[in-house]
């Protein structure tokens, strides 16, 4: 494991915990940190717990920007998912949500948690997985 790996992971530890991060090793590039922490899809996770730097002001930004997109995010998807709920409620079909929209309530705060879809299960899906089961067995 490398230290930008080692770091993102300390970040996290910090950021789910809510606890104080350490300053960033100065052997530690923000733009080799935001890639990674891209590439995993926790960038703005790692932004709450990353102790404010003057080093790199345009990597920072980025993270910044990301923190805030998710959260606009969240709140879309939030959004959608009340609307489909309602209109499943409303057609008389059972329905639960599953994965993500759930487990993001795990988190410190639920846009911390990247989510780009919304699973539900319905009855009618579970029907058709149990006549499938019956099928096969």
């Known amino acids: 494991m490398n230290s930008i790996q080692k770091y993102l992971l300390h970040l996290l530890k ?6 104080k991060a350490d300053n960033i090793p100065d052997n530690i590039s923000l733009a080799g940190l935001f890639a990674y922490a891209k590439e995993e899809q926790v960038e703005n996770l790692a932004y709450t717990a990353l102790p404010h730097t003057e080093r790199e002001p345009e990597t920072m930004h980025k993270f910044r ?10 709140s879309k998807q939030e959004l959608e998912l009340s ?3 309602e209109a499943l409620t ?9 994965k993500g929209s759930v487990v993001k309530y795990m988190y410190p705060s639920p846009d911390l948690r990247q989510s780009g879809d919304i699973d539900i299960l319905t009855s ?12 096969i067995i």
């Open 65 to 74: 920007q990301c923190y805030e997109k998710a959260i606009v995010r969240e």
């Open 90 to 98: 409303a057609a008389g079909i059972k329905h639960v949500p599953l």
């Open 14 to 19: 910090c950021a789910v915990h809510n606890k």
């Open 124 to 135: 009618a899906l579970m029907n058709l997985l149990l006549l499938y089961w019956a099928i």
């Open 83 to 85: 609307m489909i709920s």
